[in-house]
C-alpha cells in the first residue's frame, strides 16, 4: 500500500504539470478593446509632446 501511495504522487505531479503545459501553449486571446487602443494612443501621444521639446543629448536641462 506504501509503494502505491509513492506511484500516485508522481502521477498526480505529471498530470498537473501535463495540463498547466496545455494552458499555457494555448493561443492568446485578440482583445480588440477600442477604450485600451485609445488609451493607448493618448499615452503615446503625451510621450511624444514631453520628449520632443527636451534638450539635445550634450545638454542638461534644468540648470
Avoid at 2 to 28: F, K, T, Y
Avoid at 44 to 50: F, Q, S
Amino acid at each position: 500500500m506504501g509503494a502505491l501511495a509513492w506511484l500516485i504522487i508522481p502521477v498526480v505531479a505529471v498530470l498537473l504539470a501535463a495540463g498547466w503545459a496545455a494552458w499555457a501553449q494555448r493561443a492568446p486571446k485578440a482583445t480588440g478593446d477600442p477604450a485600451s487602443l485609445a488609451e493607448h494612443k493618448r499615452f503615446m501621444a503625451a510621450m511624444e509632446r514631453t520628449t520632443a521639446g527636451s534638450a539635445t543629448p550634450g545638454e542638461t536641462s534644468g540648470r
